[in-house]
């Protein structure tokens, strides 16, 4: 049997190696046909390929047909996020009264937004059975994957999964919305029993809370939290709900939507997006060089120290050795990610109330220096801007929400930019979306079996 295996094993071997042959293109070919690699254009610019009125993603002013880069700005539904933003400061809440502006596209009034909160409180529950069939039974390692799992097997539980009728769909939309931090904190509650051997929590939503509160009851033992804490995540939750039709999960949202398949097959393509590390994955990433650098900077306040390992990232001597300095740079933003200066704002409230102000120093001194280090040595003429990413691994370890949770807390939120998207494929009843592929393969004279080397 091992004499089986070993044989099995270098087969694959010699398979592997004809696949990575095989599957290797030309690279001058992309430029030569004009490909659009990435769906961008020579500038990294996204290529126009739908319309949309849920938001808006902006970067640059034009002062005399001049494009001229500017701090950024995203707009919900027309309204300026930072607007939205600010008016918080009278209220405790917002990531409910954002999924309502990205549904329907308008905000509440008082009466609206009462009937939308009880509405959302109704769904915040599973089927009977499902934790224990369904999220306890084989456990994943990944919460995504867990999340993905989830989702396909609740079309199991409803009698019209296949109904993608608007009020049908605005339905599923709503149940999955307000379901999915359950599905999150019980399949992390599941894998930190099965895998890491530790008493298994389980806690039910409380009717009357927000989003971020019962997130945090279900994941804390003691079910205790502050009202900064409950008030930070729920603005992370705000920010990460949409951010235009052309970010990887959402585009898949529309690509899939566009076959006219179920709302549970869109949903858990979109989770599958959002799980790599160049989406969803991506804080998790600024958080583990964070680490990093902490560990191999002596002084965390001397700015040549920091600067000079910086330099060692880029030149791939040191963390992952990819060269890259995570959270730094976006495809559209140029002078600043207006979500970025929210999280930063709202990290700093967080260390002042936890004692961590050297981190968030750490975090600062990198942000105002990599910029422009990455601009000099790459010689851009675009500015380079801390984005999203870059404080909400921090924020999240401030609030004692392991690693593992990170990216499904960003899925959380987006699932309601999500559901927008779909809904607007749907209404607008677009075509399939089908983008070409050029052929740069050469035909060839079919041989028999036995006429082949």
Not at 16 to 41: A, F, H, P
Not at 55 to 80: C, E, T, W
Request: hydrophobic letters at 40%; proline letters at 3%; charged letters at 25%.
């Amino acid at each position: 049997m091992h004499r089986e295996t070993k044989v099995l094993d270098e087969k694959f071997d010699e398979l592997v190696k004809y696949c990575m042959v095989s599957g290797e293109i030309d690279q001058n070919l992309y430029t030569e046909y004009d490909v659009k690699r990435g769906l961008r254009d020579s500038n990294g610019n996204g290529v126009l390929t739908g319309l949309t009125e849920i938001s808006d993603v902006v970067a640059y002013n034009f002062v005399n047909g001049r494009k001229i880069p500017s701090d950024g700005r995203l707009y919900f539904q027309g309204y300026n996020v930072m607007d939205l933003v600010e008016d918080l400061q009278n209220r405790r809440f917002a990531f409910e009264e954002t999924t309502y502006l990205l549904l329907f596209g308008e905000l509440p009034n008082k009466e609206q937004l009462e009937t939308f909160l009880q509405i959302m409180s109704e769904c915040r529950q599973l089927p009977d059975s499902f934790v224990r069939d369904i999220i306890m039974k084989a456990p994943s390692l990944d919460m995504m994957n867990a999340m993905q799992k989830s989702v396909l097997t609740l079309y199991s539980y409803d009698e019209k999964a296949e109904d993608i009728s608007i009020p049908n769909v605005l339905r599923q939309s709503l149940s999955l919305i307000a379901q999915f931090p359950l599905i999150a904190g019980y399949a992390y509650q599941a894998y930190k029993h099965y895998h890491l051997d530790r008493s298994l929590l389980i806690r039910y939503p409380k009717e009357g809370l927000s989003t971020a509160e019962n997130l945090l009851r279900i994941l804390r033992r003691d079910a205790e939290y502050t009202e900064l804490e409950a008030k930070v995540l729920d603005i992370a939750l705000v920010l990460h709900t949409e951010h235009g039709g052309g970010n990887n999960s959402t585009f898949t949202t529309h690509v899939v939507s566009s076959t006219n398949t179920d709302t549970y097959s869109a949903i858990a393509a979109s989770l599958g997006s959002l799980k790599g590390p160049r989406h969803g994955g991506a804080n998790l990433k600024v958080e583990n060089m964070f680490e990093d650098i902490k560990a191999n900077v002596k002084d965390w306040t001397n700015e040549a120290e920091v600067k000079a390992y910086i330099n060692k990232i880029l030149d791939k001597e040191a963390f992952d050795h990819t060269g890259l300095v995570y959270g730094m740079g976006h495809a559209v933003y140029t002078l600043s990610d207006p979500r970025c200066v929210i999280m930063k704002r709202y990290a700093k409230m967080l260390a002042e109330e936890k004692g961590l102000q050297d981190v968030f120093a750490l975090y600062d001194l990198v942000e105002r220096t990599a910029g422009n280090i990455i601009m000099e040595r790459k010689k851009l003429q675009k500015p380079v801007c801390a984005n999203v990413d870059f404080y909400t691994g921090l924020l999240y370890t401030m609030l004692g929400i392991p690693k593992e949770l990170f990216t499904p807390i960003f899925a959380i939120a987006r699932i309601s930019g999500w559901s927008a998207h779909r809904i607007e494929e749907l209404v607008n009843k677009g075509k399939i979306i089908r983008p070409a592929y050029r052929y740069v393969g050469h035909h060839k004279d079919y041989r028999l079996l036995e006429e082949r080397n």
